[in-house]
Structures are given as C-alpha cells and as structure tokens.
C-alpha cells in the first residue's frame, strides 16, 4: 500500500502562525491513485475547476507526480488540489477506496499575545508540513481506530437494558469535546520560552516556515514511495508509539503504568486542556458547568480531568488585584480573591487573566467553592490518585475555610446574600437555599472523608461537626415534607420545586460518600421533581423544567426559572439512578433526547444547547453541560452496593486508623465495563447514613 499526499500551506492574517492542509489516498493493488497538484477557482488560473471537472475521466495525468511543489499565490488568489482514486469492481464485489483529510496549525495563539504549541507536536514536531505526516499516520492506522471504537462502545451498544435513544445519545454529545473551540497544548509555557521549542526547530523546520511566511498558498504533492520510506521515520516528530496510548479509546484503568521508555513525569503529563463554557460564551473551563460536563472527562481521560482541577487548585491559592466592574450591580472589586474559586480560566489570556464573567462578583457565588471540592473529592477516590490528593488538599481546606464568611447565623450552614450567586445567574435567592446548601452538605462530607484518608484529623473533625448541625439546619428550614423549599426567603418562589435541588446529593452519591438524607427524602423529593418538572411539561418530552410552582404552575420568576437545562435534566435523571429510579431516571432524560435529537424536535443535532423555552427557542448552542449524559453512565456503572440506603450516619462513625482504604478503577465487563470503584482494606464507607 501507497500513500499520494497533496499539502498545501496557507499564511493566515494578522501575522498568525501558518496552517497547513493535506488530502491523500491510499494505492492498492485494485485502487490506482492520481492528483492535480494546483488549480485555481479564477479564470485566470492556469487550471480552473472547471477544466479540471472537464479534464478528469476517473483520473488526473500521471506526469503530475513529477511536478514538484506549485509556485505561490498572489494575496487573495485561492488555490486548490485534487487526489482522485480509481478502482475496478466486479458485479456483486466490493472495493474500499481510502481517503483522508488533515490539517496542522502548530501554535494557538491567544489575543493579548500569548502563543503555545498544540499538544500533537511533542510527537510531530512543530513545523506546520506535519500535515503530511498526519494525514499518512491516519490513513494507515484508521482500520485499527475503528476496531478499538467499536471495542470501546460495543457493551453499551449491546446492552439490551439500556434505551436505544440513550446509546447514540450518550456517543453524540461527546461531540462538544471536539466541537467546544477546545485547546491542547503540549507545555503551560508559552512559545519561545520551553526548551522543546528550540529542540524541536531544526533547521530544514526554520527554512520551512520561512518559505511559508512568504506565500499565502503553497501547494505540494509527495508520492506513495517517499511515505512509505517514511512510516519508519515518524519517530523524528516523536514517540508514536505514545501518540498511540495517548489517544487510546477509553474504558481502561486509570492508573496506567508507563513504559520503559518513559518516565513517571512523562507518563502523567498530558499538557493543558482548555474547553469553552460554550460558543456563544467564550470563557475557558466555566466551572460551575464543567462541575456538570466533568463526568465525560472523568470517564474517558482522567488524566485531563486530573490536570484541569490542579489547574484549579492552583487558582484557588492566587489572588489577582486588578479592578473590575461587575454590570449587573455595577460596583467594582478584584478580579480574583484568594480562596475563591474562580468562574473560568479567561478568555484572552488564560491561565493568566482569569475570570472574564463580569456579570456578578463570582467571589461571593455560593456554589463554585462546594463544587470544586466535590469534585476533587470525586476524581481523587474514583483514580485513587494519592499524590493528586496531596497535592490538591491545601487548596480544599483553602476552599472550604473561604466559605465560612457565608455562615451569617453560626449554624453551619451557608446562606445566600439575595442576589443570583450561582450558576442560575438570573435567579436570585434569600437565606437558606436548596441548591447551594445542598452543596455545601456535601462538600463538608466530602472535605471530611478526604482530610481523614490525608491524615489531617483535626480539619476532618470540624467538617465532620460542622456537616452534622448543617444538615439539621438545612432540613429544619427547608424540608417541607415532600421536597426542599427553593429557599428559607419570604419570596413567591420560595416554595418552587427546584429541579437541581438535590445536586449535591448526586456528587456524593457518585463519589462512594453516604447519602445527604435518609431514603424516604430523596425518593420523595426525586418524585415530586418527575410529576412535576418532567411530566406536566408537555408530558414529560422536553426534559425537567427549572422551576416549577407546587401548584403545578410554571415558575416564571425569571428568565432561567422557566427555562429547561439540558445539562441539569441528565444530572436530575442520573440522581434517580444513583436513587434506585432508574425508570423515572430514563424518563427524564429522554425527553432531551426528543425535545433535542429526535426527528420530531427542534433539529439541535450535534449543537445541543443550554437550555430552551417551552415553545422550543434556546440559549447558548453548542453548550458544555449537556456532557452531564455521562454522569447517567457512571451512576450505571457504581457498583450496586453504593446505591443500597444507608443505615448508619458515616459521619458518626468515621475511624481515622481505618482510612488505610482508597477507590481505585478496574476494568470489568459488560455493562460496568466503564468504572468500577473497589475498596482495598477497611473502607471508611463501608458504613451508610
């Protein structure tokens, strides 16, 4: 097998680094491949596409395998290139003609300056001619990625208790991981100051670019001979072999071992991983969303997952002083506070200019702090990541300590100021609420587990009190026999059925933690939100509702109150899985599924949204949360015992000499092929609430 390749590389504006394009095909014994290096889409050119449609009979003229790279363009001239592949094919016989497309644009570079090489040039260096290389490496390795595909998602496919809807569902949202302006980098420090840079700038490289520079289009041709010469040498753009582990297809341990070539900081480091809130919201890494989109992460690239929370950790320990003006109360303050979670990484310059929401101060947001907690917590005990643990915690105690400042009453628990701070932006909150609060129970479990398997007793020991007369407070002021009040306020609202109430109930659940309240709570408030947010909306086909009044009336209260969140409808469906409500669970997030993906929707396919309105117009397309599917499949995969109702408050029996234990992942089969979180030892959770 031959490989023809046609490469063209393109100066783009604005002085930005140089993108090239390359197309190629594969010549069998039965497939015969010819190109047409250059033509034009002016009828000046030289060749125009209309003689080449008109010149072309199933192939171009052979001597243009000898024509060597085309001259350059003039500014603003288009040129184009052409691969075809031929093939006889006998009556009823069958014939595979392979074709690839890739392109290679080594640097990103951000507004304010700041330029870094692409993750794929620690393996193929960074002159943008990797592009051939590429385009080669994917025409003789997709028959092997499609079998690892079809490996990885066979047992979900075959699942016959799983809904069809939900199994294409579940593989197309992923589509955001790709499609959500998403940014890989090989090193945190930008071009020009890494060693790599100038290790992997040769000089045919530096000539190379420089003959870029000066053309606005170039195109090249390189026949199959010279790639297949070339399939050893690879190895020149770095280990492809790495290349291979690095993308390999999921559903693997978490903790994998390196291989004898590398060492134990090459095999952790998977560069930076930035990804948008979405592409109406450019802001990196929003992580009041990515606390719902981080199961995908978790799931299927750990390691990412594991590097964009020590991002940050290390946020959460830096303090920008730098004045902003925040438009929705039009006061000023800091950028960043130390202790505070940030919103996002920025926009402009991320990493470095954090927080580019200016919407409300994210420094006084309720949420941010619980969920970054919780999150650590979830990713630490499912890796069992011990040095990950270590490294994190001083941000976690930083974290929950920054929180005390919103006990107003000094029972333990957080109140809200009056003003949306939270995710729900636009919905404003009195006193006690039940999202945050619900969070911050959880974060307390969750901050306590973790310092006792740390060996920070003392810390452990005041989240544990604190947790056990919050929880009280929290029941006594919200609880009202079926569901937990909106908030503790004297509002309208104060009494709607919130569909996220219990969203901190999911992340314990999903962590291997004791349930927040007993049995006969959850299910009631879970059901109360089915009969409610889900079906007398539309019958249950458009996913669970905000807000809804116990009345069976809307909540219009605001914008996001009456709105439906894609993201939050899978996160409440995979509560009622971690629930034992499996039916209903599926119920709710179907109707995602139909309002969204269906043929009888609204035609989001592949541009899921935020959210949508009862008469079907949205906000925010292609948007991260409705990656929150995968937190179904993880709370499909817990092992069964976790999900059995507790029996024992884990917060009255945590034994600090039998924190030994950690959750570590294992490959297993079938339906729990995903995750499986095993206990080695005396488990601190063997013990229910």
């Given at each position: 097998m031959r490989c023809f390749v046609l490469l063209g590389i393109y100066r783009t504006a604005k002085d930005n680094p140089p993108v090239s394009f390359a197309i190629a095909a594969c010549e069998t014994q039965n497939v015969n491949v010819t190109v047409l290096p250059c033509f034009g889409l002016a009828e000046g050119s030289c060749i125009t596409a209309k003689d080449m449609w008109a010149k072309m009979d199933g192939q171009f003229d052979r001597e243009?395998?000898?024509?060597?790279?085309?001259?350059?363009?003039?500014?603003?001239?288009t040129l184009c290139a052409a691969v075809s592949a031929s093939a006889w094919v006998e009556p009823h016989g069958k014939c595979t003609v392979a074709f690839a497309v890739a392109w290679s644009s080594p640097k990103v570079k951000f507004l304010k300056g700041s330029s870094y090489y692409r993750r794929y040039t620690k393996y193929y260096g960074t002159s943008p001619r990797a592009a051939k290389e590429l385009v080669h490496y994917s025409l003789t390795n997709y028959k092997r990625w499609?079998?690892?595909?079809?490996?990885?998602?066979?047992?979900?496919?075959?699942?016959?208790?799983?809904?069809?809807?939900?199994?294409?569902?579940?593989?197309?949202?992923?589509?955001?991981?790709?499609?959500?302006?998403?940014?890989?980098?090989d090193s945190g420090e930008p071009v020009g100051c890494s060693v790599n840079d100038k290790k992997q700038l040769t000089k045919d490289e530096k000539a190379k670019i420089t003959l870029a520079a000066r053309a606005d289009n170039i195109i090249e041709h390189t026949n199959g001979a010279n790639l297949d010469e070339a399939d050893a040498g690879l190895g020149d753009h770095g280990n492809v072999y790495a290349l291979k582990q690095e993308i390999a297809v999921p559903f693997k341990k978490v903790k994998q071992s390196?291989?004898?070539?590398?060492?134990?900081?090459?095999?952790?480091?998977?560069?930076?991983?930035?990804?948008?809130?979405?592409?109406?919201?450019?802001?990196?890494?929003?992580?009041?969303?990515?606390?719902?989109?981080?199961f995908a992460l978790l799931d299927l690239f750990p390691k990412i997952e594991l590097s964009i929370q020590r991002e940050f950790a290390k946020a959460v320990l830096s303090e920008d002083?730098?004045?902003?003006?925040?438009?929705?109360?039009?006061?000023?303050?800091?950028?960043?506070?130390?202790?505070?979670?940030?919103h996002d990484l920025g926009t402009h310059d991320p990493w470095k200019e954090m927080n580019a929401y200016n919407i409300h101060d994210t420094s006084k947001w309720k949420d941010l702090n619980p969920k970054f907690v919780l999150q650590v917590y979830r990713d630490f005990a499912a890796t069992g990541d011990m040095a990950f643990?270590?490294?994190?915690?001083?941000?976690?105690?930083?974290?929950?300590?920054?929180?005390?400042?919103?006990?107003?009453?000094?029972?333990?628990?957080?109140e809200n100021d009056g003003f949306p701070d939270q995710t729900y932006d636009t919905w404003t909150?009195?006193?006690?609420?039940?999202?945050?609060?619900?969070?911050?129970?959880?974060?307390?479990?969750?901050?306590?587990?973790?310092?006792?398997?740390?060996?920070?007793?003392?810390?452990?020991?005041?989240?544990?009190?604190?947790?056990?007369?919050?929880?009280?407070?929290?029941?006594?002021?919200?609880?009202?026999?079926?569901?937990?009040?909106?908030?503790?306020?004297?509002?309208?609202?104060?009494?709607?059925?919130?569909?996220?109430?219990?969203?901190?109930?999911?992340?314990?659940?999903?962590?291997?933690?004791?349930n927040l309240f007993d049995d006969y709570k959850i299910k009631s408030t879970l059901q109360k939100i089915f009969d409610y947010n889900v079906m007398k909306i539309k019958g249950g086909r458009m996913g669970a509702i905000n807000g809804m009044h116990p009345t069976g009336k809307v909540d219009e209260t605001c914008m996001q109150s009456r709105e439906i969140w894609t993201g939050v409808t899978y996160a409440v469906?995979?509560?009622?899985?971690?629930?034992?409500?499996?039916?209903?669970?599926?119920?709710?997030?179907?109707?995602?599924?139909?309002?969204?993906?269906?043929?009888?929707?609204?035609g989001y396919w592949f541009q899921t949204p935020e959210a949508?309105?009862?008469?079907?117009?949205?906000?925010?397309?292609?948007?991260?949360?409705?990656?929150?599917?995968?937190?179904?499949q993880w709370a499909l995969s817990m092992p069964r015992a976790v999900l059995e109702p507790p029996t024992i408050n884990m917060m009255d029996r945590i034994d600090p000499s039998v924190l030994s234990s950690r959750f570590v992942r294992a490959e297993v089969d079938g339906r729990k092929a995903s995750r499986k979180l095993k206990c080695f030892g005396n488990s601190m959770f063997s013990c229910a609430c």
């Open positions: 243009n395998f000898n024509a060597g790279p085309s001259m350059p363009s003039m500014p603003g001239e499609e079998e690892e595909i079809e490996k990885w998602q066979d047992p979900v496919l075959k699942d016959d208790r799983l809904p069809e809807w939900y199994k294409f569902t579940l593989f197309n949202e992923l589509y955001f991981l790709v499609a959500g302006g998403t940014i890989w980098i390196c291989s004898v070539a590398e060492s134990q900081d090459d095999c952790d480091d998977v560069g930076r991983f930035l990804y948008l809130e979405g592409v109406e919201y450019i802001m990196w890494c929003t992580y009041d969303v990515h606390f719902y989109a981080s002083g730098r004045k902003v003006r925040f438009l929705a109360e039009g006061n000023f303050g800091i950028r960043k506070v130390r202790g505070a979670v940030p643990g270590i490294d994190v915690w001083p941000s976690v105690r930083a974290a929950m300590e920054y929180m005390d400042q919103f006990d107003m009453d000094g029972d333990g628990l957080i909150v009195h006193g006690v609420s039940a999202y945050c609060g619900c969070l911050w129970l959880a974060a307390l479990e969750a901050a306590a587990a973790m310092a006792f398997q740390l060996g920070d007793k003392e810390f452990g020991e005041k989240c544990k009190r604190k947790y056990l007369m919050a929880k009280n407070a929290f029941e006594a002021k919200l609880w009202n026999g079926s569901y937990f009040n909106y908030d503790s306020g004297s509002s309208s609202n104060s009494k709607s059925i919130q569909a996220d109430q219990l969203a901190g109930q999911w992340y314990t659940a999903s962590s291997g933690l004791a469906a995979a509560t009622m899985i971690l629930s034992g409500m499996e039916e209903q669970g599926f119920s709710t997030a179907e109707g995602i599924f139909t309002a969204g993906w269906s043929e009888e929707g609204f949508w309105t009862l008469d079907g117009h949205f906000r925010s397309l292609i948007y991260m949360r409705p990656l929150a599917i995968w937190g179904m």
